[in-house]
């Protein structure tokens, strides 16, 4: 079991790691017989031109700047034609396999149960390193079309589905057992005066947006779109904006499905609540908030009405937000699984093929002008207990990814007083208890080099680049961090691409409010059994589950004042970064600035903890508008 403040700093503030092991993985007894959904990514026409026409859609000097595509443009230049989709049309018909195109030709959504799937695909399961994953056959005309499939079930015994499906109940009645510890805002004060000291005004403050508010811009003309596995309460949101003062008119609020019906992800929220349904809520929260005249695209890829793995649904969830091209950003604090090999959730799949699958739709996103944000991390650079550094799947160099800070503060905590005299790193080892120590409940930023994604050409050259300077603060042993008594600098070098790009505050210390509400599990005092009870939550915390809608909420109050969007954010930001006027807030000291590892570097332009740094958006703005 959990304890209390480690439940709710992951339930309510973590960037959430959708697994095998959380409850939206739980698969049905039936799962034969149920729908599923898979993925066929596609590989564009000339993957090397579509590269080249997604930098050069932001380099002002191309003829190609500015010049985004619509999702139908994008299919005649890049995607697979017509000819070959109806082609795998027309194979997986035999097998009443239903297939839709995303528009774009870049990806296909099948949708059949499992046991046609398995048929069309010729399915066998393949044993290996203690794991069964899916062999599979297309004919060789389409199979060289494609880059991978996701989401295909291999041939299993009923036996190993039932066990699967109680071990992921199990867990998820332990994650939901108290959500009740978190600390509470002040709900005395409303409007401005709780937005500054719990909300959207606190980060326009900080990070210098509120020039834009006084120009008019408020994101008008925009839509945000939110990734997320869970669907979200309207009422819950508009209570939140009623405490804040923001724009409370529902008619911006789109509930998109891209897996499941509307009916059954309705269904799974009001069983209990959840650490999706929480992510959700707050990512709409933060955005709209921030961005309060945009409108918000809610897509939701629950998948608890049907046998579909996560990483399909994730897959399917952007490649919707993607190919409808409603959205001029979106944002994410999910993942389908970490860069650990052995720890990935996909049987059909391994993650390099997923990366470049997912790398390609999020060029697509480019090519249209989306400009995309993605969560770190709230571990450092340990997305998952152990050793060595990994992190979360999405490390794409085609998102934003978004580190965290914690802003000044002077607080008394467990009789000691903590003090932080100006913004650093998140990296939290200080504030806890010393008790603590024994549970792997230290929380930081996300940061470091990806094991997936080679150093994108924007990064290259910049100073701090593929050097770091780091402190090990943590020691993993017997399964859980401790202190490391006697702690010492290590300098090195890295060869991927770094993370991550931008920084803003996510520590709880110094955190912001949520509000969420459903039905909880709560322990009668006098049977001490485990029961439903209703809960209406309020609550304070942190996590770059908070700062990434919020930039993307920034994004929008930009784009609100502009007659092209400013898209593909990263090689624009990285050159401004190198001029002398750069709208970034450099955090390169060596002390008191890490994010549980990685440290500032002093004089460099790029930090592993925090990225470029913390970003001024009045002066960001004026660079994109001098870009054009």
């Known amino acids: 079991m959990l304890r209390g403040r480690q439940l709710t700093v992951a339930m309510l503030s973590g960037l959430l790691v959708v697994g095998a092991s959380t409850i939206m993985g739980v698969r049905p007894a039936r799962a034969a017989a149920q729908t ?49 989709i109806q082609s795998f049309k027309d194979y997986l018909k035999q097998y009443h396999v239903q297939v839709r195109a995303y528009s774009g030709n870049l990806a296909l959504k099948l949708t059949a149960t499992t046991t046609n799937l398995q048929k069309a695909f010729k399915v066998k399961a393949v044993k290996k390193g203690g794991r069964t994953t899916t062999a599979y056959q297309l004919p060789g005309q389409l199979s060289n079309k494609a880059v991978a499939v996701i989401g295909l079930y291999p041939k299993q015994s009923k036996a190993s589905k039932v066990a699967k499906k109680a071990t992921a109940h199990k867990h998820s009645v332990a994650l939901t057992a108290d959500l009740s510890t978190s600390d509470k805002p002040d709900t005395s004060l409303v409007g401005n005066a709780f937005s500054k000291k719990y909300g959207a005004a606190k980060f326009a403050n900080a990070y210098k947006l509120n020039t834009l508010y006084n120009q008019g811009l408020q994101g008008q003309g925009q839509r945000i779109g939110i990734i997320n596995t869970s669907d979200v309460r309207d009422s819950d949101l508009v209570t939140y904006w009623q405490q804040a003062g923001v724009n409370d008119d529902l008619s911006r609020v789109q509930h998109i499905y891209p897996v499941d019906s509307k009916a059954q992800a309705q269904k799974a929220m009001n069983v209990t609540i959840q650490a999706s349904q929480m992510e959700a809520t707050l990512d709409a929260q933060s955005a709209s908030s921030v961005a309060p005249q945009a409108g918000i695209d809610l897509y939701s890829g629950d998948i608890s009405g049907t046998h579909t793995t996560l ?75 152990g050793a060595k550094e990994n992190h979360l799947m999405s490390t794409s160099p085609y998102q934003v990814l978004v580190g965290g800070t914690t802003l000044p503060y002077q607080k008394i905590i467990a009789n000691k007083v903590v003090t932080v005299p100006k913004e650093r790193a998140w990296g939290d080892t200080y504030s806890s208890p010393a008790y603590d120590t024994k549970y792997s409940s230290f929380s930081g930023g996300g940061g470091g080099f990806s094991a997936l994604n080679p150093t994108p050409r924007y990064q290259q050259g910049v100073s701090g680049i593929n050097t770091f300077r780091a402190i090990n603060y943590l020691t993993f042993k017997k399964g859980k961090y401790q202190l490391t008594k006697h702690p010492h600098v290590i300098f090195g070098t890295g060869n991927s691409r ?13 955190g912001y409010a949520s509000y969420v509400s459903g039905q909880r599990y709560a322990v009668n005092a006098k049977t001490h059994k485990a029961v439903k009870v209703s809960a209406k939550l309020w609550g304070i915390d942190g996590g770059t589950s908070f700062t990434t809608p919020q930039m993307a909420g920034a994004n929008a109050v930009i784009n609100s004042g502009r007659q092209t969007p400013v898209g593909f954010w990263n090689p624009q930001i990285y050159q401004f970064a190198q001029e002398t006027d750069s709208p970034f807030n450099v955090l390169d000291d060596a002390d008191n600035n890490d994010n549980l590892y990685y440290t500032g570097q002093p004089g460099k332009l790029y930090n592993q903890a925090t990225g470029l740094g913390t970003i001024n958006f009045e002066k960001l703005s004026h660079k994109f508008s001098d870009e054009g």
């Open 36 to 84: 599923t959904v898979v993925n066929v990514a596609l590989k564009p026409t000339n993957e090397t031109d579509l590269t080249n026409y997604v930098y050069a859609t932001v380099d002002p000097t191309s003829a190609q700047f500015h010049q985004y595509l619509t999702p139908a443009a994008f299919a005649s230049k890049f995607g697979q034609s017509d000819g070959t």
């Open 311 to 385: 990483p399909s649904s994730h897959y399917a969830t952007f490649m919707t937000a993607i190919s409808s091209n409603r959205d001029q950003q979106l944002t994410s604090s999910m993942a389908p699984g970490f860069e650990v090999a052995s720890d990935w959730d996909d049987p059909s799949a391994t993650v390099s093929q997923y990366s470049h699958a997912f790398n390609l739709i999020l060029e697509q996103a480019a090519a249209q002008g989306i400009t995309v944000f993605q969560a770190s991390g709230d571990r450092g650079p340990y997305a998952q207990s």
């Open 498 to 510: 770094n993370l991550p790009d931008i920084a803003g505050n996510a520590d709880r210390q110094t």
